[in-house]
T-cell receptor
């Protein structure tokens, strides 16, 4: 089955700086890669996703890049703000079902 | 409904008791998933339902765990003879099409086995 590894497990950044989270996946057939944000005590929420026919996708201050050859994808958050503090999960699937999640990255934005 | 609804939000049970967790997906969503999130951990896949197809039960950790989905809508996750290691947040999610467009998660049921 699919195995997704996520790094780092914790990330502390100064407000206004950028944050980068990286994930690798094992199944070369995976073609759908979403990112979820989970604030403390709340449900995970989809923030951005990318499919394997696209190398990069951007939505305001967040962007995701995908390298299919290397089987890794990354989340980039620019101009971080305190409300960006949360746990972020990457995931991968073949686009049919059953997302496999990374272990999560706890991001803390220091004011 | 407007979102994925789970009940109860919190459940404390004694070791050895059975518990039932309920999930009401978004109306029209054909795919329904159960995940487990232990304290400070990632999301562990448990089971997946898609329409009238046989469910994918490959993530259920033991035969004490079972789930059903009635009428292609509401799902119930049952844990028999609960153990302390079953303590976790149980998250349900649904999607319109298998995997596509991402999941919408419910708020979860926090299960504590004492």
């Amino acid at each position: 089955g699919e195995n997704v590894e996520q790094h780092p497990s914790t990330l502390s950044v100064q407000e206004g700086d950028s944050a980068v989270i990286k994930c690798t996946y094992s199944d070369s057939a995976s073609n759908y890669f979403p990112w979820y944000k989970q604030e403390l005590g709340k449900r995970p929420q989809l923030i951005i996703d990318i499919r394997s026919n696209v190398g990069e996708k951007k939505d305001q201050r967040i962007a995701v890049t995908l390298n299919k050859t290397a089987k890794h994808f990354s989340l980039h958050i620019t101009e971080t703000q305190p409300e960006d503090s949360a746990v972020y999960f990457c995931a991968a699937s073949r686009g049919d079902y059953k997302l496999s999640f990374g272990a999560g990255t706890t991001v803390t934005v220091r004011a | 409904g407007a979102g994925v609804s789970q009940s109860p939000s919190n459940k404390v049970t004694e070791k050895g008791k059975d518990v039932e967790l309920r999930c009401d997906p978004i109306s029209g969503h054909t795919a329904l998933y159960w995940y487990r999130q232990s304290l400070g951990q990632g999301l562990e896949f448990l089971i997946y339902f898609q329409g009238n197809s046989a469910p994918d039960k490959s993530g259920l950790p033991s035969d004490r765990f079972s789930a059903e989905r009635t009428g292609g809508s509401v799902s119930t996750l049952t844990i028999q003879r609960t153990q302390q290691e079953d303590s976790a947040v149980y998250l349900c999610a649904s999607s319109l099409v298998e995997g596509e467009g991402g999941y919408t998660f419910g708020s979860g049921t926090r299960l504590t086995v004492v």
